[in-house]
């Protein structure tokens, strides 16, 4: 039963109006321009006859007498193994010149998970990253941002999170993106043979600021559906500043009435109705998912890096190429710390982070010109050290050879004694002569 | 009722918010059905113009179009009581998520409605009330036995005058839809009684004469029940800044909080947070009673990807299932997290109705609102002399951990203690995070003054000493410790030494998580000492590493079992120290 129109009345933003009959909120029509592309457009609301479409690739030379299909279907996407490998914009549409995918498609934006159905999460994700396996490990279905000031490499540390991790399935939604960047995602992506776990959905810069609210809802959809499929998903979001920048945008252009900033009041809600998309089924796969919150300003007070953190289980700053070891945080970590990985798990990365602190205080100090004692210069070549072999996002070890060199680099540079380490971890895993 | 209802049609949609064109009476906030293909969806009326109403639907409204069907019920929004509260988790329009998932499985599909309370199961009741008392509504009928608490079954709440009982049902198991008894009103007409009520949410419940609270709430945390603390029937509010620790304080609080009944309102928070409690709950043990957690606790769940409408709801229905139990006699606890989260619910649909926006677009009601629902709480005397307490906390989430906004400050302006949680104590790992220097509580003094405290003197000194303690730190991060006198540097370490003996806690240890009124007079008793002894040093470092010595032999002996050995010869051995 479709539809067709061919007199649009109004438009304004991304908005267009049109008399029709019998649509339904969200149902997805398709505009073809006189100049013969076709976009698709959803029924965001109506008033008797009056229907509001919001049309995905903007109104930007859409004419009057454009001509109208209702498709009496909501947006789908299609899902199946054939999306591996793919890259599709932010309409759902292969932008990679590969073939249409002819797959059964499912709806986005689903209903939420039931939580009394959902299970403590217990499993660790490896991203062989030490900064995050070592000190702030991730935990299968945790939903985690990187709070990072523009310029900072937040799409490298994806990028190799991505490569590196032991994840069944990447899916990889960009908002917003460079185009430089997402030639970098796929380069590396072939590179490290990730390519082929992966299905990417992007939106870049230039493209219309609809299909950029359209990437997390795709990706997630697809996420879920392969998490129901007994499949370990790892899913990046990057950035969700861009993503709420566009959810800015068109509320503005809809006149609603901003409530911080620009920002729409429902930020939280609409930030928080695609984290919580995160799950471990029991018996089944898992979403987890990271994402990139760029912060203006380097203002974590500013309502997107605000919104996220009331939201999300933990952060992780990354400042000056590097995970920061004291800001950022796995509110989830010690559901595997020493309980999935070894039992001196917690109590080294502890010890060695307590060190690290009481290191960059002896940095300052010798910044400040004073005196350094015996103690203060084992701190300064225990800080070099940790900082080149730990922090150094391109490090690529398995969790157990990390806990190795942890150890390697206190033996290095402290004396037994000198860690505030219990006995039976020193016995057992300490690199001293005896 | 065989009265018609009104009937309608959907005329305009946007977002949640339809526009009904209707025929027929219909109230304010009534609740309506919208048909949409094979599904119905509940909504509720919040606004009537002539023949047309607005609406607000509780789910997803994809798929609704022009002219579907209304029903309109004639009931108000309404929450099911009786039997069976206990134990269950319900979302935001009391639908018991457990059974929901058997039907529908993993997901939370729109249009699902089950009954909020199990009908299949019978309860072992005794009658109270017998043939020919006059009674009134709220009165007790009988009573039941749900996990520790005795459930009576009372007198309708909207039975209206005075009425003679014609028959209760005698000792037996009945299900909640059985009829356990008969009365007769004042015009004659008989009611037949079973063990379910209804309420309607937004209205408060409470039968009975309202008191000054003046009974202390343990919690069981030091920081709380020492200098901020709350009472049974009073109010308080946690706001703080994402990850300061609101969510551990009240979790904690709801398992070792002595009170009878607690319900639990996650509202609009992380799903995971939820699965904690339901997970852990039902495995730990209530010292006081012997039986389960989750005996005592109802959980209402509407976390933040499920339908911001019900997260409204959320609330009410957490506070109506708190009244409910206040009014058998029971001391009931609600807490809710996040009520910044509900007021941004308001704020949605508020905006939606382009209703003139206040400050941070949040509607001009905002205040009263808040002021309402805190206003539930309290303590009610019955008609025999017995009295009953619901006590209620929110915590807030301000926009920037920015306390100057106005959820803070509304809540600031109703609550009777502020426990402000602040992101410098939480990044120095202070937990719980609570600031001292900025939190306070109006019942402190009411106790003193009803004679129901005797440690207020301690703690007012200790308060001291943290707040001029405090101003010396500020002044040592300037001129550094050789600007300080050697005295201001002991007082600041009694500050300290305070501040890490009593008011941090660690809840990750089994036995310092919970502190119980008598454990926290002897660790005062301690306190008291300390802060009251001249201490004489000749450095300022020897004053430190005592105080270091010190403290840390308190923190060890605060995580001694107080029915242990060697919890005795700790203390001796921390006054030993003291004494020099
Ligand atoms: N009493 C405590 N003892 C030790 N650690 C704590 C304590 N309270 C909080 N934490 C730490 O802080 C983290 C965040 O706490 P919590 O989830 O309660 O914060 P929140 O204020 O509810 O944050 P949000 O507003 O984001 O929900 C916890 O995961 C834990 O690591
Ligand atoms: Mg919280």
């Known amino acids: 039963m479709v539809k067709t129109y061919n007199r649009i009345e109004r438009i304004k933003g991304s908005i267009a109006q049109v008399q029709a009959e019998g649509v339904k909120l969200g149902e997805l029509a398709q505009i073809k321009t006189k100049d013969g592309r076709v976009t698709l457009a959803e029924v965001i609301s109506f008033d008797h006859n009056r229907v509001n479409l919001q049309v995905y690739s903007g109104t930007k030379g859409v004419s009057t007498g454009d001509q109208i299909r209702f498709l009496a279907r909501p947006m789908r996407v299609p899902f199946g193994n054939s999306l591996l490998g793919r890259v599709f914009s932010g309409s759902g549409s292969p932008i990679d010149n590969g073939p249409e995918v002819l797959e059964e498609p499912i709806d986005i934006g689903g209903p939420s998970f039931n939580p009394s159905r959902r299970i403590i999460p217990r499993k660790m994700v490896k991203t062989n990253i030490p900064m995050i396996d070592m000190f702030n490990t991730l935990v299968i279905s945790q939903k985690i941002p990187i709070f990072s000031i523009p310029g900072e490499p937040y799409n490298e540390l994806l990028a190799r999170i991505a490569s590196q991790t032991d994840a069944d399935i990447i899916v990889l939604g960009g908002m917003g993106l460079k185009f430089d960047d997402y030639q970098y995602f796929k380069n590396y992506f072939s590179k490290s043979g990730a390519i082929d776990k992966t299905t990417m959905f992007i939106h870049l810069a230039s493209d219309p600021v609809v299909e950029c609210i359209l ?12 998490a129901i499929q007994n499949k370990n998903v790892l899913c990046l979001l990057t950035d969700m500043t861009a993503f709420s920048d566009a959810l800015k945008e068109i509320a ?25 998309k995160a799950v471990d089924i029991e018996g089944s796969g898992s979403i987890t998912v990271i994402t990139v919150t760029t912060m203006p300003g380097n203002d974590v007070t500013h309502p997107v890096p605000d919104n996220t953190g009331y939201i999300t289980e933990g952060q992780f700053y990354l400042h000056g190429g590097k995970i920061d070891p004291f800001g950022s945080l796995s509110r989830l970590k010690q559901q595997v710390m020493g309980k999935v990985t070894r039992k001196d798990h917690s109590d080294l990365a502890n010890a060695m982070i307590r060190l690290y602190a009481d290191a960059k205080k002896a940095r300052d100090r010798e910044s400040m010109g004073f005196r350094l004692s015996a103690w203060d210069k084992k701190l300064l070549k225990y800080s070099y050290e940790f900082e080149s072999n ?15 060199l942890g150890w390697s680099i206190l033996a290095k540079c402290f004396d037994r004694n000198e860690t505030g380490l219990k006995a039976e971890w020193l016995d057992k895993y300490g690199k001293w002569d005896k | 009722m065989d009265k018609e209802f009104a009937k309608g049609r959907i005329v305009a949609a946007q977002g949640n918010l339809m526009t009904v064109e209707f025929e027929g009476i219909i109230r304010q906030n009534e609740v309506v059905y919208v048909q949409t293909g094979s599904e119905k969806l509940k909504g509720e009326v919040i606004e009537i113009n002539g023949n047309e109403a607005k609406v607000q639907v509780f789910e997803l409204t994809n798929g609704i179009k022009l002219n579907d069907e209304v029903s309109f019920t004639g009931d108000l929004l309404f929450v ?6 206990l134990k269950n988790v319900y979302d935001g329009l009391q639908n018991p998520l457990e059974e929901v998932a058997q039907a529908k499985g993993y997901f939370l599909p729109r249009g699902v409605y089950l009954n909020a309370l199990p009908r299949g199961v019978k309860w072992e009741f005794t009658p109270i009330a017998k043939k020919g ?11 039941v036995p749900e996990g520790v608490i005795s459930h009576k079954i009372m007198v ?28 007769k009103d004042e015009e004659g007409k008989i009611h037949s009684v079973n063990m379910i009520q209804k309420w309607p949410a937004k209205f408060p419940l409470r039968l009975g004469e309202r008191v000054l609270p003046t009974e202390k709430l343990s919690t069981a945390c030091r920081i709380i029940d020492g200098p901020f603390p709350v009472a049974k029937g009073g109010t308080f509010c946690t706001p703080g800044p994402f990850g300061a620790g609101k969510t551990v304080l009240q979790h904690q609080i709801s398992k070792y909080a002595e009170i009878e009944v607690v319900v639990v309102v996650a509202c609009g928070e992380r799903a995971g947070e939820v699965v904690e409690l339901l997970r852990e709950f039902p495995h730990l043990d209530d010292p006081k009673t012997g039986k389960k957690l989750m005996d005592r606790t109802c959980i209402i769940c509407n976390t933040s990807s499920m339908p911001v409408a019900a997260r409204e709801s959320s609330v009410y229905v957490g506070v109506t299932i708190a009244e409910y139990y206040r009014q058998m006699g029971v001391d009931t606890l609600l807490l809710a997290d996040s009520t910044s989260r509900w007021a941004q619910a308001l704020r949605e649909m508020s905006g939606r109705l382009e209703e003139i926006p206040g400050e941070e677009a949040f509607p001009a009601y905002l205040a009263s609102r808040i002021s309402e629902f805190y206003e539930r709480a309290g303590v009610i005397r019955f008609k025999n002399g017995d009295t009953a307490s619901l006590t209620i906390g929110g915590s807030v989430s301000p926009a920037g951990g920015n306390f100057e906004e106005p959820v803070t400050q509304a809540t600031l302006a109703v609550v009777g203690c502020f426990l402000g949680l602040s992101r410098s104590r939480s990044d120095a790992r202070r937990f719980p995070a609570i600031d001292p220097l900025i939190s306070w509580s109006k019942y402190l003094d009411r106790f003193a003054e009803y004679g129901k405290v005797d440690n207020s003197a301690i703690i007012k000194k200790a308060q001291e000493f943290i707040h001029e303690g405090n101003e010396i730190g500020k002044k040592m991060s300037v001129v550094g410790e050789e600007g300080i006198q050697i005295d201001d540097i ?11 003996v009593f008011l941090q806690q660690n809840a990750f240890d089994k036995v310092d998580t919970a502190t119980d009124e008598k454990r926290q007079k002897e660790q005062l008793s301690i306190i008291k000492i300390v802060l009251d002894r001249d201490f004489v040093f000749e450095e300022r470092d020897e004053a430190r590493s005592f105080f270091l010595n010190l403290t840390d032999k308190v923190i060890q002996w605060n995580y001694t079992p107080m029915d242990n050995k060697s919890y005795g010869e700790k203390k001796m051995e921390i006054i030993r120290m003291i004494e020099g």
Do not use: C, H, W
């Open chain 2, 490 to 500: 002991v007082l600041y370490l009694k500050g300290e030494f305070y501040d890490s």
């Open chain 2, 156 to 183: 309708p709440f909207q039975f209206q005058g005075k009425g003679t009982i014609i028959e209760v049902k005698k000792k037996g198991s009945y299900t909640v839809e059985e009829e356990i008894a008969k009365i």
């Open chain 1, 252 to 276: 503005i252009s809809m006149e609603r009435v901003p409530s911080n900033r620009g920002y729409p009041g429902s930020l939280y809600s609409d930030l928080a109705a695609r984290y919580e």
């Open chain 2, 133 to 143: 008392d006059t009674v009134e509504k709220g009165d007790f009928l009988g009573s």
């Open chain 1, 390 to 404: 730990m922090m150094d996002l391109a490090v690529n070890l398995d969790i157990d050879e990390q806990l190795e």
């Open chain 1, 215 to 226: 990437v997390p809802d795709l990706a997630l959809a697809v996420a879920e559906q392969f």
């Open chain 2, 80 to 85: 099911e009581l009786g039997p069976g509260l």
